[in-house]
């Protein structure tokens, strides 16, 4: 008993950010439980009206016929009442817990969507999605019929069994003795089948993952010519998938037969024992009858009361998986102050007459969350608005820990970091963002036109302007001559670009933004050295007023830019034109050697420059 107690209060606490579903739908959640009330009352109505078509039966000779007409018509009268509200509840129970789960689920999603980069760092894809999907399930079924068999149970069971009672006392008690034998079967065998149905869900999803994998690393697999092994691992994760499956389907197959027993247990004993009841005259036949129409009605309930407790549970569960998500508080906060704001429109609008685009670091160090090394050792670095620089350094050096801090993607203290004179920090995210464009190593294209995948929600971009960005991207030419031009699909469910494809439409995306800081972290590693070379020379002329930061492996890039900064192991070791690191004769210098040589390497040896 304590246990339930103890346990009753965090189970329904878990669902109180359902509330708020619950008052604005509580109009047609009141309409629903009235209807679904009405439904039980005439259910138990139907009892009553058949005792008296019986009693009519054993104590009238003659007129019976059209006595039993009436007691006939108001059973069809009943049952068409009875249809019209269960539609009714169906309809509006059901339907608000289909709108607690999109509520829920925009929440949801809207709250993911604001977490920082390290929570899907540490999150796994499959895991949230398996969030989104089946607990969110989880909460609708227990918002919707376990509202319903709550309801029911309780209403639908007393009643039948105040109306048993009312008919015979000791007859009710000896038929209700299967009774809780059926509400623990219930529970065991519906707590054994959610358990069931989860691991029937995971080996599905694992099949899944499994099939998605294999598929997008189907070039790998027929390089290495692993198909045979793939294809073992995918059967035995079917066998598992099956096996799990028969799990469930053998509990279920269980149940049922199970309790007809139980149930029908029951019925012997009130007919045995009724019978004799109405035999020796304690009760009417139509009393008898009566009482076991309202046995049958329990079954019902009875099975509701341990179906609703697993319901619940299992919500409540659910729900606790889905707060943990909400609870998530975003690491990179958003700055909120009203002067900050203030000051920032002034700043927008350019009233303080400065040009966008001034960077600036301050003894900046940084480390990943537990992370014992720094990855960013006392960084102080100065880049003038409209300046095209460029950041070199080997493999890990922090290049992209960097750039990262200043859109705020990672979070770095603050004092440190600053925009146009401004503390990042105190920028609203969204001020800051709109400000930056940041195309990295890892590009990503959505299912959807070529159009739409460079104009990217912006809404008073132009036809002209995504066509003029395609251009400076140097695939303009290549996209138009697809079947349907730039209303192409592309992704999943259109067509598949290559990797340089996709890197050169991501920098169309980020030309199109006109963003006055541009970063370019390595984002044409996937075209020749030649092609790259006239994308960048066609982006900086365009942006040649703006602030462009680039790293990139490429001399020819590198060159290009008016200042270098080169980092070591996070330090900022040397800064300066190409010309002035190369006779400085440090990092850069041997690091150009190398780049040279490769370079040369790659074109066959023929081109150096
Ligand atoms: P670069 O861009 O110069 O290759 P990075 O900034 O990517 O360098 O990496 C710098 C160092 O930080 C590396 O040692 C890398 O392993 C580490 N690092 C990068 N990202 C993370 C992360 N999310 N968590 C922990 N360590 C990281």
Redo the contacts with the bound molecule.
């Keep these: 008993m304590k246990n339930l107690t103890v346990s009753f209060k965090p189970t329904f606490n878990n669902f109180q950010p359902l509330w708020i579903y619950f008052v604005k739908n509580r109009w047609a959640l009141a309409a629903g439980v009235l209807s679904l009330l009405i439904v039980d009352f005439l259910q138990l109505m139907i009892p009553l009206i058949i005792k008296e078509a019986i009693n009519i039966l054993v104590v009238q000779t003659s007129g019976t016929g059209a006595l039993l007409v009436k007691q006939g018509a108001t059973i069809g009268m009943i049952a068409l009442f009875i249809a019209l509200f269960r539609y009714v509840w169906r309809h509006l129970l059901l339907g608000h817990s289909r709108k607690v789960e999109q509520g829920l689920r925009n929440r949801l999603y809207g709250h993911i969507q604001t977490l920082s980069l390290?929570f899907f760092?540490n999150t796994k894809t499959g895991d949230l999605m398996a969030r989104a999907v089946n607990d969110i399930n989880a909460v609708r079924m227990a918002c919707g019929m376990g509202l319903v068999a709550l309801v029911d149970g309780f209403v639908l069971g007393t009643a039948a069994i105040g109306f048993m009672i009312s008919i015979d006392w000791r007859l009710t008690l000896i038929s209700l003795i299967p009774a809780p034998i059926v509400v623990v079967l219930t529970r065991m065998v519906t707590h054994q089948m959610s358990a069931r149905f989860e691991r029937v869900q995971k080996s599905f999803s694992d099949l899944t993952e499994q099939a998605r994998e294999s598929f997008s690393g189907i070039r790998v697999i027929k390089a290495h010519q692993r198909e045979v092994w793939e294809y073992d691992k995918m059967k035995a994760g079917g066998e598992r998938y099956v096996g799990e499956s028969m799990h469930l389907a053998r509990t279920l197959a269980l149940f049922f037969p199970l309790m007809t027993l139980v149930t029908n247990a029951g019925l012997a004993v009130v007919i045995l024992l009724g019978g004799r009841y109405t035999i020796s005259g304690t009760i009417t036949p139509g009393d008898f009858v009566a009482f076991i129409s309202y046995l049958n009605l329990l079954t019902w309930p009875v099975m509701a009361m341990g179906w609703v407790v697993s319901l619940i549970q299992r919500g409540s569960a659910s729900m606790r998986r889905i707060n943990d998500i909400l609870e998530t508080v975003p690491e990179i906060q958003d700055s909120s102050g009203k002067n900050e704001r203030d000051t920032q429109s002034k700043w927008e609008k350019g009233v303080s007459g400065k040009a966008e685009g001034a960077i600036d670091f301050f003894g900046l160090s940084f480390r990943?969350p537990d992370?014992k090394?720094y990855?960013l050792k006392d960084v102080n670095l100065k880049i003038r608005p409209g300046e095209t620089i460029a950041i070199v350094?080997?493999?890990?050096?922090?290049?992209?820990?960097?750039l990262q801090s200043l859109p705020r993607l990672l979070d770095v203290p603050e004092n440190m970091v600053f925009v146009d004179g401004r503390d990042i920090r105190n920028l609203p995210l969204i001020t800051l963002r709109k400000k930056i464009g940041f195309v990295s190593q890892d590009v990503f294209i959505f299912s959807d036109t070529v159009y739409n995948n460079v104009a990217f929600g912006t809404d008073d971009v132009t036809d002209e302007e995504v066509k003029q960005a395609l251009g400076v991207a140097g695939i303009r030419e290549e996209m138009e001559a697809l079947q349907n031009g730039l209303g192409t699909l592309l992704g999943e469910r259109g067509i598949t670009l290559s990797g340089g494809q996709r890197q050169r439409l991501t920098i169309a995306r980020a030309v199109v933004g006109d963003f006055s800081i541009l970063i370019l972290?390595d984002a044409l590693s996937m075209v020749d050295t030649r092609t790259e070379e006239g994308i960048l020379n066609r982006v900086l002329d365009l942006r040649r007023d703006r602030t462009n930061v680039i790293?990139s492996h490429r001399v020819s890039t590198i060159r290009r830019a008016d200042r270098i900064f080169v980092?070591d192991r996070?330090r900022l070791k040397e800064d300066g034109t190409h010309e002035s690191l190369i006779l400085l004769g440090g990092v850069y210098a041997a690091l150009y050697e190398e780049q040279l040589l490769r370079e040369s390497l790659e074109n066959g040896g023929v081109n150096s420059p």
């Design positions: 390290s760092q990943y992370q090394e990855v350094g080997r493999v890990g050096s922090g290049k992209t820990t960097l972290d790293v980092f996070g």
